[in-house]
């Protein structure tokens, strides 16, 4: 009889340790799984941030390009004018210092930055530095060197003319007739991540109450 009592004892030991393992492991793989989600996301994050910032620095390069002060060797800065857009073109330019201007749409279309091809082989779009000479380190040109936190490639941009009727102030009015339409600048900005499928796109408009020095008004 004692031995029959101790048998099932034992079993039901067996049991217990059992279901305890079961336990811990769940446990563990639960704490596994977190770990691994916690990195990614953290990861995401770090990716998304890099990529913020350097949609942040094209919109700085890019208002240097439109507004100035710009000394670099390729500067562009009578292109853009509050009173003249001839020098944007529909669909954005590819060549020369035309590259990245858009033309203004008709009132209702799909604005020129929703269809804009940023690929660099297109040739739409403005690479970072391109007409300020500024240089933006990223991943493309470390030449094999360890990337570590730089982004995938070097941010891009495209600049919009966008008709304005009217003051750019509030409290100021201007005949809405043909003859005096003014524009402003729409700059869309893409910034890459670590990896080039991480992608911040950031927009701005810029103003330009007069023409940059040496340039006619």
């Not at 390069?61 to 500067?75: I, K």
Request: hydrophobic letters at 40%; proline letters at 3%.
């Amino acid at each position: 009889m004692r031995q029959a009592t101790r048998s099932s004892s034992r079993g039901f030991s067996l049991i217990v340790v059992m279901l305890m393992l079961i336990a811990v492991s769940v446990l563990g793989l639960g704490a596994a799984q977190m770990s691994l989600v916690n990195e990614r996301s953290a990861r995401n994050d770090r990716d998304t941030e890099v990529a913020f910032q350097a949609a942040e620095a094209a919109l700085v390069d890019a208002e240097s390009d439109v507004l100035g002060p710009n000394d670099g060797a390729r500067q562009r800065l009578c292109l853009f004018s509050s009173t003249d857009a001839t020098a944007f073109v529909n669909g954005c330019g590819g060549e020369g210092e035309q590259q990245g201007l858009c033309a203004p749409g008709e009132s209702g279309s799909e604005p020129a930055w929703m269809a804009a091809d940023f690929s660099a082989d297109a040739g739409k779009s403005v690479a970072y530095g391109t007409f300020t000479g500024q240089r933006y380190l990223s991943g493309e040109s470390a030449r094999g060197s360890p990337a570590g936190a730089l982004s995938a490639r070097a941010p891009r941009y495209i600049v919009e003319a966008l008709r304005h009727r009217g003051g750019w102030q509030a409290d100021q009015l201007q005949s809405a007739g043909a003859g005096d339409a003014r524009y402003i600048f729409r700059v869309t900005a893409i910034g890459y991540g670590m990896r080039e499928e991480t992608q911040v796109v950031l927009q701005t408009s810029l103003y330009k109450p007069a023409a940059s020095p040496g340039c006619s008004s």
